[in-house]
């Protein structure tokens, strides 16, 4: 099979590996310049450990089930996750435990009525969802800051992240699916660094040259359907235009490796909403020293330059009571890879990608696909992507959209495990 991926981030690089590794004559198409330090951070949070895991291996050379440690950091401690009810209660300030108590119990009152009556209350965004669980003043205390951070305004999100990140799941806790080595393509994937001037005619037209074969997009919804001259009035642009998305960003600076790997942040005086310890994963021994502060930032705080950036992880740490300093430090930007789900984007998601299928184009990765899901979840839907009879929509359907089940009894003390 021939095959061209465009695309610069990683999302395309697992794509362009994945398909050279099934025997294809790959052309990867990054758009300009490869990002510095792209290979130097572990990238995101690695991918989970399945039935499935061995696509991953195809892609990262080899692959080791850690049980990793994940916490909470709120009120100037790390609290372990999953917090128990003792540690969940120190993290609400005792002003507040009796209302959040009541608060809590009126939650689960209105779901064992309506589970006795049928029907419920309607949950439209990420803040209905979590105050039916859970009552207003949990949300606002615990998690409703985080949310801000790291999806955007929880009244405005779609309640399908919730059901997403924190909905029933067969993924085994504890076990990640880490990457001994950065994103390293295979010999067989042509890498040709040139911007896209448009697809036409099963091409992929750059100036370059034009390359023929299967084509597979990790860019913006917006940004493809450009490529393709796909006309206004067919009005699926105005879908692609409110399918946005944040820019992800990781600063890795030195800091203390008192937490553990994995720390949500529940403060609101810090702009990260993560913070991860790259020594502990295999192959990573060099950064043992190190610590990363996640972002999901909107352009106009992407747009930050890079010394401004680091300087507030470095602020942030220390705020959090986290002895940190930014010399050396590492900074990863990749624009539109955090999705957000607000609306109903589900629906303009389908009818973006009918208008793919259309045109014989398949998109991958975060970015292309506008998922949530971790990288091993991208395996699956490339399995089927490839497929010759495979429908886009059906294969975002089944692979990538949020699990049917919604249970209501949700538990607090797990609520950022993921």
Known sequence: MQAVVIGGGAGARRAAGWLAAQGGAVTLITGGPDQPDQGALPEGRGAWIGDGGAPGRLLYGGTQALSLDRGVRIGGRTLALPLSARTLAQAIPASALIPAGRGWARARGAIELAELIGGGQEQRSLADWFRRRFGSTAFDLIYADYCQRRFGDP????????????????????????????????????????????????????????????????????????????????????????????????VCVRGSQELPFETHVLDSSVRFYRITRPGLLPGFAHLADRLIAHYALDANAAALPDSALIQDAVDGLVRLGIPAQGAGAILRREPDGQPVWSGIHLSRLRRYAL?????????????????????SEEMGYLQRICEDSASVRACIRDCLEPPVQDPGRAHLRRIVDR
């Open 155 to 250: 009244a405005e999100i779609s309640c399908n992240v919730a059901r997403l990140i924190h909905g029933a799941s067969d993924q085994p806790p504890g076990a990640l699916h880490a990457p001994l080595q950065p994103l390293a393509l295979p010999a067989a994937v042509q890498v040709i660094r040139a911007p896209v001037d448009r697809i036409a005619d099963g091409a992929v037209h750059t100036p370059e040259g034009a390359f023929s074969g299967r084509i597979f997009v990790d860019a913006p919804p917006a940004t493809v359907l450009g490529w393709l001259g796909v006309p206004e009035q067919e009005g699926v642009h105005v879908d692609a235009r409110r399918l946005t998305a944040r820019s992800r960003v990781t």
């Open 355 to 375: 208008a793919l299928e259309e045109r014989g184009v398949r998109p991958v990765g975060r970015i292309g696909t506008h998922s949530l899901r971790d990288p």
